[in-house]
């Protein structure tokens, strides 16, 4: 079992930056994927960035070259840094871990980003 736990979120101005944190609660060395997803009221949920046990990355294209994931493995947490934000961005985001032996992945409880114009 795995928990997971995201913090970082806020309100910002459109064009500001954000960097969410996701502290897991036992090691995430290990886990193949790591990814951050975000859910808009009324949309579906959608991934937004992704990170590899080897170090591969892949982003939505919305959010390419302005948002990028990272790890630290020595504090169990992958983080999400959010720059030049857009009122578009506003969402629930979502921490998420999988390996392809778990029948469903592991997400957090979800961190609450709203941008401003």
């Known amino acids: 079992q795995v928990q997971l ?3 970082g979120g806020g309100l910002v101005q459109a064009g500001g930056s954000l ?3 996701c502290v897991a609660s036992a090691s ?3 886990i193949q994927r790591l990814g951050w ?3 808009a009221p009324g949309k579906q ?10 170090g591969m990355t892949t982003y939505t294209d919305s ?3 302005r948002f990028t994931i990272s790890r630290d493995n020595a504090k169990n947490t ?7 934000l857009k009122p578009e961005d506003t969402a629930v ?4 871990a999988q390996n392809p032996w778990w029948t469903n992945p592991y997400w957090g409880q979800g961190t609450q980003v709203t941008v401003s114009s």
Do not use: F, H
């Open 5 to 7: 736990v995201e913090s």
């Open 45 to 54: 949920r959608e991934l937004v960035a992704s990170l590899t046990s080897g």
């Open 93 to 96: 985001y979502y921490c998420n």
């Open 63 to 65: 959010v390419k070259g």
């Open 37 to 39: 997803y975000r859910q």
């Open 28 to 30: 995430i060395i290990s």
């Open 19 to 21: 960097r969410l944190s």
């Open 78 to 84: 992958v983080y999400l840094q959010m720059n030049s």
